[in-house]
């Protein structure tokens, strides 16, 4: 139980700092217009700004899935999780900002194909460890 917590605890956070830095690459190498509304600089994006916002909300949570998958013995179904979170958010944070339709719809739905396909690409869940042997009541230390 606190492990698969941990797993989805340590997803989102990995999922956070891929999304962030790529938030903060973009205004580096795309700076906004100063004073502009946000239709307008969006408007005014380069295509490949578009893309890193694209790239940033895709593979964030497709690594936060893989780290949680790592990390939880239910693997498939803690990567789903992370890609249903990430889901709802993108869909929250798409919803007010006046994002293309093309845009909207790759951030709203990508993440949760994505979040399966790295839980895929991390392996199935190891199989169960047997119970240690004890050693027996009658036995004498050598």
């Not at 700092?17 to 690459?25: R, S």
């Not at 893309?51 to 949680?68: D, E």
């Not at 790592?70 to 006046?98: D, K, M, Y």
């Amino acid at each position: 139980m606190l492990r698969t917590l941990f797993a989805i605890v340590s997803g989102l956070f990995a999922m956070m700092i891929v999304v962030t830095f790529t938030g903060i690459a973009n205004a580096k190498l795309f700076p906004p217009m100063p004073g502009a509304n946000p239709a307008a600089a969006l408007a005014a994006l380069p295509r490949a700004a578009r893309l890193l916002i694209v790239a940033g909300n895709c593979l964030g949570p497709m690594l936060g899935a893989a780290v949680a998958a790592r990390i939880a013995t239910p693997r498939l179904q803690v990567a789903l999780l992370i890609g249903a979170l990430a889901t709802v958010l993108n869909f929250e944070n798409a919803s007010g900002v006046p994002y293309p339709p093309w845009m909207f719809w790759t951030v709203t739905l990508l993440p949760l194909p994505l979040a399966g396909l790295a839980a895929h690409w991390v392996g199935p869940s190891p199989p169960a460890q047997p119970e240690p042997k004890a050693w027996p009541k009658d036995a004498k230390a050598d």
